[in-house]
C-alpha cells in the first residue's frame, strides 16, 4: 500500500473563514481527503468543503439538523459512519458514542478538545475545534498513512495569528498478517 495523506476537522461552527483557512492549510500540507466531523451549522461550511476539489466525506453534528436536506448534495452521512480509503478503514462520527476498536481510525468531534491515542489496535483521534469557541484556538489535524505507522500532526492557531504551530504524534501499525 503506498500512503496518504488524510485531512480532519470538526467544529466549525459559524466560523466560515476558519474552516477556510484549515482548509487551505491542509491542502498545502498534502491532505489528499478531507473528512469532517461535524457541526457545520451554515450551508457555506459544506461548500467550502465542495470546493476545495479533495475527494472528501462529513458526517452531521448535533447542530446540524437543519441541513439534512442536503445531504446527497455535499457527501454528508448520519453516525457512525464507515468507509475505506485504500486499505484502511475508518469510523467516523460527532458525537463521541461508537468508541469501539472496530476499524483502524476512529474519528470524533463534538467535545472541542484534541485527543489521539492508539489503543486496542485501532487509533482514535478527534481533531479539536476549528471555532475557536471554548479557547482561544482554531485546530485542525492531517493524518499520514504509511505501510507500518500512522503519523498525526495537530495544528492550531490563535485565530488572529496567521502562522500554524504543530506538535506530531506517530504510532506503529498493527500488521494485519
Not at 38 to 57: A, I
Request: overall charge neutral; some cysteine.
Amino acid at each position: 500500500m503506498s500512503g496518504f495523506k488524510v485531512g480532519i476537522l470538526s467544529d466549525p461552527h459559524r466560523k466560515i473563514e476558519l474552516q477556510n483557512e484549515a482548509i487551505e492549510h491542509l491542502k498545502s500540507s498534502g491532505a489528499e481527503y478531507l473528512l469532517h466531523l461535524g457541526d457545520f451549522v451554515l450551508e457555506e461550511n459544506l461548500k467550502s468543503l465542495k470546493d476545495s476539489n479533495l475527494v472528501y466525506r462529513a458526517v452531521f453534528g448535533n447542530n446540524d439538523n437543519h441541513l439534512s436536506n442536503l445531504s446527497a448534495t455535499y457527501n454528508i452521512y448520519k453516525e457512525p459512519y464507515y468507509l475505506k480509503i485504500k486499505d484502511i478503514k475508518f469510523k467516523m462520527m460527532h458525537l463521541p458514542y461508537y468508541l469501539s476498536s472496530d476499524s483502524d481510525i476512529v474519528l470524533f468531534g463534538h467535545t472541542h478538545k484534541f485527543h489521539c491515542e492508539f489503543k486496542g489496535g485501532s487509533l482514535f483521534l478527534n481533531p479539536g475545534e476549528v471555532c475557536a469557541r471554548e479557547k482561544p484556538l482554531s485546530e485542525h489535524a492531517l493524518l499520514e498513512v504509511s505501510k507500518d505507522k500512522f503519523v498525526v500532526k495537530y495544528f492550531f492557531k490563535d485565530p488572529q495569528q496567521s502562522s500554524w504551530q504543530s506538535r506530531e504524534y506517530s504510532f506503529q501499525r498493527q500488521s494485519s498478517e
